[in-house]
């Protein structure tokens, strides 16, 4: 991407992300310790991602098809859907989260 605008960063939302973002992309992880499933994990970075977005903040997550995230993003955002996939994996969008960043993490950034 050369548009200078833009910027990538990587971070682990469970720390405490900085934030605000415009838009946060991810392939959440679902599995706990020894690779068993703990959809749970994904969920937390869904609740996450969702505090560190601007009010008009959007995010973009691919998962696993079987994985139970279109609840969580219900209650995490004004608007979601399933924009693509397969039978194995699905692309889902989502925009306007409930509890965006505070405000003054936003001024804070803006700095």
Do not use: C
């Not at 599995?31 to 970075?45: I, K, L």
């Amino acid at each position: 991407m050369t548009d200078p605008r833009a910027r990538f960063r990587w971070e682990d939302v469970t720390a405490a992300p900085l934030g605000p973002y415009d838009g946060i992309v991810m392939n959440p992880p679902f599995h706990g310790g020894r690779r068993s499933a703990a959809p749970e994990r994904g969920r937390a970075f869904l609740a996450a991602a969702a505090r560190a977005l601007t009010p008009r903040g959007q995010l973009w997550l691919v998962a696993n098809r079987h994985l139970p995230y279109e609840g969580a993003l219900a209650g995490l955002f004004r608007h979601w859907e399933e924009t693509g996939g397969d039978s194995r994996y699905k692309l889902l969008h989502a925009r306007e989260p409930l509890t965006p960043a505070p405000a003054r993490q936003r001024q804070r950034q803006r700095r």
